[in-house]
């Protein structure tokens, strides 16, 4: 006889969007409350922003908070790669160039401040950057800085890490489950209708990536939210035995990292127009493919022998002072938000995971994370989109 498993469908967490965040979240989560939590994702696993990323993780940041996150989540990381085959971190260390005196004042800074948090972060002088990575043209160079222990992991693979984890502690993953309304009475508990099912559950936590604005729309809440396109491209094999670190130059806003079999990903062209999650060119563009090639050629020159082979664009989100939104809402209680991540979304993943966790399970409070209230801004009119991965 053929036995048939009631699925529940009352929740104490439901968790809306199963990117990075989402499922860093969910396995969080899952350590104390397991059959508590599901997870419900329009499409699938890592199907949004997450599975479109570099996944770059550099500790090279401008404010102490986001460095420590990210040193915390190359830990979490590397401890992951070590127990699971198949799965890897590659630590090959990321340079950053700038051509300006004044950006060096900024480099040093963040030097400085890297260093107190204890990172491995070194000045480099132009000549020593030859010596660290000989491939890289340096002739325009002012300055730069090196992390060895900057690394990169296949953002697909680490979100199936988070989900495989908090689906073994009994988290219900519900895939092609987009949640198309809300009903939320008195700011929570929530009525879920998604395209297979009805849930219900008392806190609804959302981390949809760039859909945030318009979920949050139907949740009833505005939020501070603006989606951006960014995109990236991939050479054919040409790097044959010759190595390089991972490289942002931002004097002229591209980075460019190793890839699989000797071929290198090249990436920005980010926009500072707000884009549809639902409609937006998930092409890269004749102008990135032909501005990117040039770049990669004047930093790398042997990338004259390669060419660009595929390029896709995907969105980051910002916020008006380029932080998340982590916590509850103040006017919806029950509606926890975890958005905002920008272009930085993936590296600090294992810790925003743990940061959601503590505050729900409130192991620490909101004031232990004043910067990331989702509720510091008050009404906001408009704002200019800046990028994450800057100075
Ligand atoms: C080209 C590119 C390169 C990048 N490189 C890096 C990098 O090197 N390092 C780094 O740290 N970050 C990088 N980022 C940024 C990073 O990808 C994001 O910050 C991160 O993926 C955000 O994760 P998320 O889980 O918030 O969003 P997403 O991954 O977009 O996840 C949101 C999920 O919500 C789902 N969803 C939406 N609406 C609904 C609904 N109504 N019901 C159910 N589910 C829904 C979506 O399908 C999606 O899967 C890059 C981004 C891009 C586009």
């Known amino acids: 006889m053929v036995s048939v498993v009631e699925l529940k469908n009352r929740y104490s967490f439901s968790i809306i969007g199963g990117g990075v965040i989402g499922c860093s979240v969910a396995y969080h ?47 979490w990381i590397k401890k992951v790669s070590e127990e699971e085959e198949g799965f890897g971190i590659h630590q090959d260390g990321l340079l950053k160039l700038v051509c300006t005196e004044m950006e060096v004042e900024l480099l040093k800074r963040n030097v400085d401040l890297q260093n107190s948090v204890g990172c491995d972060v070194r000045y480099l002088e132009p000549d020593e950057v030859e010596e660290t990575a000989p491939e890289i043209a340096v002739s325009d160079v002012v300055g730069a800085t090196y992390c060895p222990d900057d690394s990169y992991v296949d953002p697909y693979q680490l979100c199936i890490q988070f989900a495989k984890r908090a689906e073994a502690n009994g988290v219900r993953f519900l895939q092609k489950s987009q949640v198309n309304e809300v009903e939320m009475k008195n700011g929570g508990p929530f009525r879920l209708r998604t395209t297979q099912d009805v849930l219900e559950s008392d806190v609804a936590i959302l981390c949809t990536g760039p859909w945030s604005k318009k979920v949050g729309k139907m949740l009833g809440v505005d939020l501070p939210l603006k989606p951006y396109r960014t995109q990236v491209a991939i050479t054919t094999p040409f790097m044959g035995d010759a190595v390089i670190p991972m490289v942002h130059d931002v004097t002229n806003s591209f980075y460019m990292k190793p890839e699989t079999g000797g071929t290198v990903l090249a990436g920005n062209g980010t926009e500072d127009t707000e884009s549809d999650p639902d409609d937006f060119k998930e092409r890269a563009g004749f102008d990135f493919m032909t501005s990117i090639s040039e770049k990669m050629l004047g930093r790398l020159p042997r990338s004259e022998k390669a060419s660009l082979v595929r390029g896709w664009a995907g969105l980051c989100t910002a916020t008006p002072d380029r932080r998340p939104l982590i916590g509850f809402h103040s006017e919806a209680k029950a509606l926890f938000l975890a958005v905002g991540m920008n272009a930085l979304g993936v590296m600090r993943a294992p810790a925003i995971g743990e940061i959601v966790s503590d505050l729900i399970l409130e192991r620490k409070t909101q004031s232990d994370f004043q910067e990331f209230d989702p509720n510091r801004f008050g009404e906001v009119e408009d704002f200019e989109i800046v990028q994450g991965f800057t100075l």
Not at 34 to 60: H, K, M, N, P, Y
Not at 65 to 70: E, M, P, T
């Open 29 to 75: 989560l899952s350590e104390e409350l397991g059959e508590e939590v599901v997870l419900l994702e329009r499409d699938f696993i890592a199907s949004g922003s997450s599975g479109l990323s570099a996944g770059i993780l550099s500790q090279q940041l401008w404010n102490e908070i986001d460095i420590g996150l990210v040193k915390k989540s190359i830990d």
